[in-house]
Structure formats: C-alpha cells, structure tokens
C-alpha cells in the first residue's frame, strides 16, 4: 500500500469467512482505540487525488498521522497488540515507507516482538534521521559514526 502522507498505513485483516460488516467493524474498533494515539485518517481522505481502486477506498485501511517517534510507534504496537489478543482481528499491517511489519493472532509473543521491535527501532532512526537533516538544513548523520 503506498503511504506518501507522512504516517503509519494501517490495514486490518479478518478471517477469510468473515464479511464485508466485520472488516467494517473491527477496522472501526480499531480506529477508536487509536484516537489516543495519533490523528486517524480514512484512506480515501489520504489518498493522492485522483486515486482510484482499491487503494482509495479500502474499508480495512486507515492512515494514523504524527511524528514517527519511537515512543509513538511503541504507542501503536501496545494498541494493536491489544486490540488482536481479543481477537478483533487476525492480523493488523502497519507499513511507513515501504517498511512493513504484520501483528497477527497466534503468533508465539517472543518471535513477534523481536520482529515488532526491529521494525520500531528502523522506523524511529530514519524518523530521527529526517528531522536532524530537515531541523537546520544540514546533514549530522556522518558526525555521528
């Protein structure tokens, strides 16, 4: 899914058997329970003008927007992991720049939360990247190591 708004792509997945109204509703709950987190906005009000498909109107999909910190992220993961331990859900995919990572139920917790967190930790140092290089118009990264 593309994300060129500046913020976590979101989409919820249920069981195969389950229809269009549980997708609704899960992806409904979900929102909700992000709203403390960050600003949730419709995929079809984030998409690019002119978008069309599936992309544009995906019932399942959101974009939650804010600064992509660390603690934020970490925000987000204690949400959604929540949110498929009460099986909501079966999975929940966050992408932010093309770098993807999926919650899913049944997973074993140790093997989900070293990829979960990989996936924080690569997302927060290009975040912190990005506002050091935008902050002042300069590059401190070769500084640094």
């Given amino acids: 899914?593309?994300?060129?708004?500046?913020?976590?792509w979101i989409s919820v997945g249920v069981a195969d058997d389950a229809g269009q109204r549980e997708l609704l509703a899960a992806t409904r709950t979900l929102v909700e329970e992000l709203s403390s987190v960050g600003r949730v906005e419709s995929v079809s009000s984030a998409a690019p003008s002119g978008a069309k498909?599936?992309?544009?109107?995906?019932p399942g999909s959101f974009i939650l927007t804010g600064a992509l910190t660390a603690s934020l992220l970490r925000a987000l993961v204690r949400v959604v992991t929540t949110?498929?331990?009460?099986?909501?859900?079966?999975t929940v995919m966050m992408e932010v720049d093309g770098d993807i990572v999926v919650i899913k139920g049944g997973v074993s917790g140790s093997a989900q939360r070293a990829l979960v967190e990989a996936w924080i930790e690569r997302r927060a140092l290009a975040h912190d990247i990005v506002d050091r290089v935008a902050g002042d118009g300069t590059s401190r990264i070769d500084d640094e190591g």
């Fill in 53 to 58: 498909g599936l992309d544009a109107l995906d």
């Fill in 1 to 8: 899914m593309p994300n060129d708004v500046g913020g976590v």
């Fill in 83 to 90: 949110f498929i331990n009460r099986r909501s859900a079966e």
